[in-house]
């Protein structure tokens, strides 16, 4: 008892003094629990194991920072066909996260916005749904958000715009819909803005065009409306907008001249995607029309009302000749048969 106790305090004064591997092995649980979810088959990531050190170089696609953390999982096309299990929040000291060009599937974890260190997020190319977490927007350091590629739906958090560091933005090629937020106009740092490829409507915000660093705005193949900001054109090339019929502006090649009915507000983008809306044919609606329709179908009704009145005249008086022609003709038929009795009676 007398040595065992010496030994207990020795244990707990190096844990408390070494506190590197206190958070290792927290981190080692992550990667277990993270190679469970990606990996349910254990076909691709046979290096990671419990006894294992991720920061000796055996742990596939692990890299450690100089203070022994996992700073950077790299397995981008290694076939893994799981989840991203929530379990990512434990490594806390990530900045590079690249799972992309894999068949990943399911919905992206809200924990992983606990990686408050994170830069880098690809997890483009996969089978991902669901709605994109605006949990990400507490993410303060992230550089390159790549989602792009994947079934996600919803629509875009306005919270990204909360996002000052924010360099690249690719959502292109999912299912996301609701209009543009305007919050990503405030985005000082943005480049690259790619939102091709989804259901997206309404107008792209002024705010977006006068975004200062922005080199490259892609909204090709959406449902998009109203005018374009002429600001856009310093863009030149790098404004993408083609297969947006609802889309009008000048100085815009492919582009329709706007009507007063396209001139919605760019920095509230409408909610529907038009400024106006078709009324459906079988409306009662008032027609409108021009000053001789008008009158020629106002002096219509008096004519239609005398014929009419002519026509029942015309009809009556053929009735009233009908019945006193029958009736004269059953009279004369009477006094006959009467005269005939009276001669025989005389004779």
């Known amino acids: ?128 749904s669901g709605k994109i977490p605006p949990e990400i927007a507490s993410m303060e350091n992230l550089l390159v958000l790549q989602l792009c590629y994947n079934q996600l739906t919803g629509s875009i ?74 600001a856009l054109k310093r863009l030149e090339d790098g404004f993408l907008y083609e297969y947006n019929l609802g889309l009008c502006g000048v100085g815009f090649s492919s582009l329709k001249a706007c009507k007063a009915s396209d001139h919605v507000n760019p920095s509230r983008p409408e909610p529907y995607g038009a400024a106006t809306r078709d009324i459906p044919e079988t409306a009662n609606v008032k027609l409108p029309c021009n000053r001789t329709r008008c009158l020629n179908s106002s002096k219509s009704n008096p004519t239609s009302i005398t014929v009419g009145i002519f026509v029942v005249i015309i009809a009556m008086s053929a009735i009233g000749i009908l019945t006193f022609t029958v009736y004269r003709r059953r009279k004369q038929k009477l006094g006959g048969s009467v005269h005939m009795i009276d001669s025989r009676l005389s004779s």
């Open 1 to 128: 008892m007398g040595f065992s106790a010496p030994l207990l305090l020795f244990s707990l004064v190096f844990l408390l003094s070494n506190p590197t591997m206190v958070r290792g092995k927290g981190e080692l649980r992550a990667l277990m629990d993270m190679k469970a979810s990606l990996d349910p088959e254990s076909r691709y990531l046979p290096s990671w194991t419990i006894n294992g050190d991720p920061c000796n170089g055996s742990f596939e696609g692990v890299a450690c920072n100089e203070k022994g953390q996992v700073a950077n999982v790299s397995l981008q096309g290694k076939g893994l066909s799981g989840k991203l299990s929530p379990a990512i929040a434990g490594l806390k000291h990530l900045t590079g996260l690249y799972l992309h060009y894999n068949s990943l599937y399911g919905e992206i974890p809200r924990e992983i916005a606990n990686l408050s260190e994170l830069v880098d997020l690809y997890l483009n190319v996969n089978h991902l």
């Open 157 to 230: 958090p306005t919270q990204l715009g909360a996002l000052e560091k924010l360099r690249v933005v690719a959502l292109q090629s999912n299912q996301l819909t609701g209009a543009i937020p305007a919050s990503l106009g405030d985005l000082g740092m943005l480049v690259r803005l790619d939102l091709s490829s989804n259901n997206l409507f309404g107008s792209i915000p002024t705010s977006l065009a006068d975004a200062p660093s922005l080199k490259v705005l892609d909204v090709h193949n959406n449902t998009l409306s109203g005018n374009v900001p002429p």
